[in-house]
């Protein structure tokens, strides 16, 4: 739980363009394409590439992303991942519900998918859920991947949460 409220968190994590700069591993990041704007002028990312780098591996991943702001959820799928929002869910940003074009990017990952979910307890705590499936098309990569999934959804965790806290507002606790 974070001592934040719901909405400026939900901005961090919609704002693909920056986690180069605060999650492990990640070298470059861009949204490559954008929802057409909402009534409130707002515009949310539907596409977006990730570029990571690690003991001499560097790998590329495009993502269809998925933003629910009503529920406060951001899913990405790359590789062959399918999503497992609702029609609706999927639509409420993006009409088309296209998920044409997830399928490219990785040659190291056959899937990967990310789910964000975030629940506002008050007016200044919200509940974090990152959510991570993978799998590596070699399967030797997929044995050794398995040994440190959990690491990797925690560290990403405490890349965010120290994100939250420079942008936010210091050391806040609960």
Not at 5 to 28: E, G, K, R, W
Not at 29 to 50: C, F, H, M, V
Not at 70 to 97: C, H, W, Y
Not at 125 to 132: A, H
Request: charged share 25%; aromatic share 10%; proline share 3%.
């Amino acid at each position: 739980m974070l001592p934040y409220a719901v909405s400026p968190l939900y901005d961090i994590i919609v704002n693909i363009d920056s986690y180069h700069s605060f999650m492990p591993y990640c070298t470059s990041s861009k949204t490559t394409q954008w929802s057409s704007s909402n009534d409130a002028g707002r515009r949310w990312p539907i596409r977006g590439e990730l570029a990571f780098g690690y003991g001499g591996f560097d790998e590329h991943l495009s993502s269809r992303v998925y933003c629910v702001p009503s529920k406060f959820i951001v899913e990405a799928l790359g590789g062959n991942a399918t999503s497992q929002l609702s029609v609706e869910d999927r639509m409420e940003v993006d009409d088309k519900d296209n998920e044409e074009g997830q399928k490219s990017g990785s040659g190291l990952f056959s899937h990967v998918r990310t789910r964000w979910k975030l629940e506002q307890m008050d007016d200044q705590r919200t509940t974090v859920d990152l959510r991570m499936a993978y799998q590596f098309a070699n399967p030797v990569y997929m044995a050794l991947g398995q040994t440190v999934q959990d690491k990797v959804a925690g560290t990403m965790i405490e890349a965010f949460e120290t994100r939250a806290r420079r942008l936010l507002g210091g050391e806040k606790s609960l």
